[in-house]
């Protein structure tokens, strides 16, 4: 029988390695925020990350598991902004430019919060690690 000591830390790992590609994809809608053109010839639209869960060995409880994967990365699919800018390269004949569909101040509370999680899942290695380390020194007394 294997048994995993650290049974947190497997979840806490792959939720970390999720929200980093969150914070990559928050970062890309913030700096493409006044993207008008995109290679694909229309304004910038925001990307949102989709989370799952992936249960493993859900009826063994020495070796059950779950983890954070992100299931896809998909587009928003609100509309653009749209601004009378009739100077502006991208402007329509009636001078009208679309702008994407990204809200700084969403993003930003976005970013928070995955930064929180990020932290929140920290913590749980740092307390797993104590505890493994003083299970370990009770063994040596």
């Known amino acids: 029988m294997n048994i995993n000591i650290l049974p947190g830390v497997d979840s806490a790992a792959s939720a970390l390695q999720a929200e980093k590609v969150r914070m990559e994809v928050i970062s890309q809608n913030i700096a493409n925020a006044n993207t008008t053109r995109t290679s694909k010839g229309g304004p910038y639209q925001r990307q ?52 994407p569909n990204v809200n700084i101040h969403e993003e930003m509370a976005d970013l928070i919060a995955s930064s929180r999680a990020m932290e929140a899942n920290l913590s749980i290695i740092r307390t797993a690690r104590q505890m493994a380390m003083q299970t370990l020194a009770i063994g040596k007394n």
């Open 48 to 99: 949102i990350v989709r989370f799952e869960t992936i249960m493993a060995n859900q009826f063994d409880p020495y070796s059950a598991k779950a983890e954070v994967r992100v299931a896809g990365i998909e587009t928003d699919n609100r509309p653009f902004k749209i601004m009378h800018q009739p100077g502006h390269p991208d402007a329509d004949a009636d001078g009208m430019v679309k702008y």
